[in-house]
């Protein structure tokens, strides 16, 4: 298994040559037009320069639905093979330097050698996150009627038990959250008593919590529906926050911008769980009807804006701290999941430099002067400013690609992978 970094930084600066000249005649242009209103674009540089968000194990194969799974030639089959795809986005995007592990299915017999593979390719581990939606090969008990929330009490321990595997495993990966998700609800009213349900999802969860190192954190993902489609236990915000608070101060909320209903005001929920120290993490996608499939900012990037300036005015204010875990979370049906991957990073820092763009002085002087034209005329200011000289020059500076896809093409990653990789089969749908 060759664990050195898939690209060489002379092959990313060989690509890069015929784009950096422009690059930095734009940037200048953008520098000397930022100052003019007097915002500081070296600052937005440096601060995008330290931003980071997470890549799941899972997004570097092709995903699915329902109805089917389309394989890509070349499209990774292990860990080590996704690892290695990984690897691949954060050497020309530099912006993604952590994969979240998802258990069982990145299972394997040496987490700390896992661990050592990883650093080689330029890689860390981020949260850790629980399956006990599916059933595995090999288990005692299905899940067939949940999980955490199970009415069958052998369930529900084979559930804990599993989370708290988790974190022995993601102790030896170098991890310190454990993200869970449950799918536990009903399809029929009266299928199960809501009450007594979430009573014992209370339960169970407080036995996950009870075996959390000092400094990890349990981070709670709620989505409305699927797979159940009349209740789910852990349907929202509120439910969620009411959890984290009953089980403590290591328990936290995670927000994914694709499980709400539709419409809902998301950034405001980002404020509310803030306000009351609970914002654990956050998952970025997007989505059209119901779903949290669609690469980041590809259907509404404005959203995206708001709700990056609703995590600047948090950091800005901190209350008990502010380290929300930022991973992207999507499924890449129709593209090779490297490309989504690179235009999704891309498209995340994007709206939060502009996000950092924004007046702030101007924006709270207007919301105290209810000057409600100039309050929105700050935000708007930032949204429209064409910031991709500020994300590129703050790539490039880390060793990363000008134009991350045409890099990437022209690497002919996936090509070669299509040679060496063994095929991985028509599979299922799901993810
Ligand atoms: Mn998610």
């Known amino acids: 298994m060759a664990t050195k970094p898939p690209l060489s930084a002379d092959q990313i600066a060989d690509l890069n040559a015929k784009h950096v000249n422009d690059l930095d005649r734009d940037y200048d242009h953008l520098c000397r037009q930022l100052a003019r209103r007097g915002v ?6 440096a601060k995008v320069a330290a931003f980071s968000v997470a890549i799941p194990t899972w997004g570097a194969g092709r995903g699915g639905t329902r ?97 708290v595997e988790c974190i022995e495993i993601g102790r030896k990966l170098g991890s310190r959250d454990l993200t869970v998700w449950i799918g536990d609800g009903t399809n029929f009213p009266g299928q199960q008593d809501l009450g007594r349900q979430f009573d ?31 209740s789910t236990v852990i349907q929202d915000w509120g439910t969620s926050i009411l959890a984290a608070q009953e089980l403590g101060p290591k328990a936290k909320c995670l927000v994914d911008l694709g499980h709400h209903a539709p419409n809902v005001n998301i950034e405001q929920i980002v404020s509310r769980l803030h306000r009351f120290g609970k914002l654990g993490g956050f998952h970025f996608n997007d989505s059209k009807y119901g779903d ?69 002085d101007a924006l709270h002087d207007a919301q105290d002067r209810d000057d409600v034209t100039m309050a929105f005329q700050a935000l708007r200011r930032a949204y429209t400013v064409d910031v991709t000289p500020i994300v590129a020059k703050a790539r490039v500076e880390a060793g990363g690609a000008c134009d991350v896809i045409a890099a990437y093409r022209a690497s002919g990653w996936r090509d070669r992978k299509a040679q060496e990789r063994k095929p991985v089969g028509l599979g299922a749908g799901i993810v």
Not at 40 to 45: I, K, L
Request: hydrophobic share 40%; aromatic share 8%; proline share 6%.
């Open 67 to 163: 109805f089917a799974k389309f394989p890509l030639a070349g499209e990774p089959t292990n860990i080590h093979e996704k690892l290695q795809d990984c690897a691949v986005v954060q050497q020309l995007a530099t912006v993604t330097p952590r994969v979240s592990p998802h258990l069982p299915w990145d299972t394997v017999d040496d987490y700390v050698g896992l661990r050592e593979e990883a650093a080689e390719l330029g890689l860390g581990f981020d949260a850790i996150n629980s399956n006990t939606f599916q059933d595995q090969a090999g288990q005692p008990h299905s899940y067939a009627t949940g999980s955490l929330t199970s009415s069958d009490a052998a369930v529900r321990a084979q559930a804990v038990e599993h989370n």
């Open 200 to 230: 014992r999802y209370l339960d169970s969860a407080s036995g996950i919590y009870a075996a959390l190192p000092d400094d990890w954190r349990m981070l709670l993902e709620h989505k409305m529906y699927e797979p159940a489609f009349y």
């Open 292 to 360: 949290d499939d669609l690469d980041s900012g590809s259907i509404n990037p404005h959203q995206l804006f708001l709700v990056f300036n609703e995590l600047i005015e948090a950091e800005r204010n901190p209350r008990d701290g502010f380290d929300p875990a930022y991973m992207i979370d999507q499924s890449h049906n129709v593209t090779d999941p490297i490309e989504s991957m690179l235009v999704s990073a891309e498209a995340i820092v994007q709206c939060y430099a502009k996000a950092l763009l924004v007046d702030r």
């Open 40 to 45: 500081d674009a070296e600052a937005a540089v």
